[in-house]
């Protein structure tokens, strides 16, 4: 129903930047909230950011506060993840979603990317 597909992801030194983006298709996108997840070798996927599509009300996990940012683009249908000053503790396989409330909770999320690896080192 709704498709998403990440792109963005690569191999990057740390203190390096990415920039993650999520190109939706499918239904009408405007009215859900958007979540970037991210899940590493041996943990358990965990929220990273997500955003409102009103009141353009954004929140982070605290591991990633003033590092990272999401923003919109509604005309194309895309959530961008700009991630600056990336250390090796972010390295993981990073998940677009969208969910019908905001949510912190990956079971909230009813549409998920295929995923695309982000690697830091140094």
């Given amino acids: 129903q709704v498709q998403l597909v990440e792109s963005g992801g690569g191999l990057v030194q740390a203190g390096g930047s990415l920039r993650l983006s999520c190109a939706a ?18 943990k358990e996927r965990e929220f990273v950011s997500c955003i409102t599509y009103s009141g353009s009300n954004t929140y982070y996990a605290d591991s990633v506060k003033g590092r990272f940012t999401i923003s919109r683009d509604n005309a194309k ?41 982000v690697t830091v080192s140094s």
């Fill in 25 to 42: 298709s499918g239904r009408t996108f405007s009215s859900y909230a958007m979540g970037w997840f991210r899940q590493a070798p041996g």
């Fill in 77 to 117: 249908n895309t959530v961008s993840l700009q991630m600056n000053l990336l250390k090796p503790e972010d390295t993981a396989v990073y998940y677009c979603a969208a969910a019908p409330t905001d949510a912190t909770n990956p079971l909230a999320y009813h549409y998920w990317g295929q995923g695309t690896q």
